[in-house]
Nanobody, 114 residues
Framework: QVQLVESGGGLVQAGGSLSLSCVAS???????VAWYRQAPGKQRELVAN???????NSADSVKGRFTISRDNTKNTVYLQMKSLKPEDTGVYYC?????????WGQGTQVTVSS
């Protein structure tokens, strides 16, 4: 069992930046990690993911603005967000897949005001 704890969310004005962190209770070095978000009344959607080898993918809506990274020595996944827009508002979740089972954090709220 892996526990994930996200932090770094908050209220920011449009155009601003935030950095999210996700600390895992165990080693994540050999597993893919991802950030998802869920806006009110909408389905959870993939924001960005990163394979164990460092390859990354991101949603078209955040390309060029959000960057996923990881520090395996700290069992931590990051999401750097810049040029934030009101439509980026939502709860952001960290996810890791271990042997075909997904583990999720509790989420951190990001609110972008216009």
């Amino acid at each position: 069992q892996v526990q994930l704890v996200e932090s770094g969310g908050g209220l920011v004005q449009a155009g601003g930046s935030l950095s999210l962190s996700c600390v895992a209770s165990g080693s994540i070095s050999t597993f893919a990690v991802a950030w998802y978000r869920q806006a009110p009344g909408k389905q959870r959607e993939l924001v960005a993911n990163m394979g164990s080898g460092g390859n990354t993918n991101s949603a078209d809506s955040v390309k060029g603005r959000f960057t996923i990274s990881r520090d395996n020595t700290k069992n931590t996944v990051y999401l750097q967000m810049k040029s934030l827009k009101p439509e980026d508002t939502g709860v952001y979740y960290c996810q890791i897949e271990i042997f075909f089972r997904s583990y999720w954090g509790q989420g951190t709220q990001v609110t972008v005001s216009s």
